[in-house]
């Protein structure tokens, strides 16, 4: 069983920058796959960023890439989502997830463990 919680997140202007952060707790393998989704009201929840426990795989969605940064403190077993130029269309919930799944995972059903999310608002 594992255990995620997320944090950081809160109301910023546009073009402004947060960072969200996710804390693991419970059986945690360096094969796992961490990953970060995003949920706007009446939308689908959407992949943002993932990374593996080791680092050796980072990858981003189209619609964040060079904007936002995915890292991780193995030693803290949690993993940071830093988000920067921030525009209005990324406010949503923003939720953290875990895997086993190897490759590149980025379908909400293949992550099997979920954060209870947090709230990031971007003003115009």
């Known amino acids: 069983q594992v255990q995620l919680v997320e944090s950081g997140g809160g109301l910023v202007q546009a073009g402004g920058s947060l960072r969200l952060s996710c804390t693991a707790s419970?059986?945690?393998?360096?094969?796992?796959?961490m990953g970060w989704f995003r949920q706007a009201p009446g939308q689908e929840r959407e992949f943002v960023a993932a990374?593996?426990?080791?680092?050796?795989?980072?990858y981003y969605a189209d619609s964040v890439k060079g904007r936002f940064s995915i890292s991780r403190d193995n030693a803290k077993n949690t993993v940071y989502l830093e988000m920067n130029s921030l525009k209005p269309e990324d406010t949503a919930v923003y939720y953290c997830?875990?895997?086993?799944?190897?490759?590149?995972?980025?379908?909400?059903?293949?992550?099997?463990?979920w954060g209870q999310g947090t709230q990031v608002t971007v003003s115009s």
């Open positions: 997830a875990i895997t086993e799944v190897i490759g590149r995972p980025v379908r909400t059903e293949e992550f099997r463990y």
């Open positions: 990374t593996t426990w080791r680092g050796s795989n980072i």
């Open positions: 419970g059986r945690i393998f360096s094969t796992y796959t």
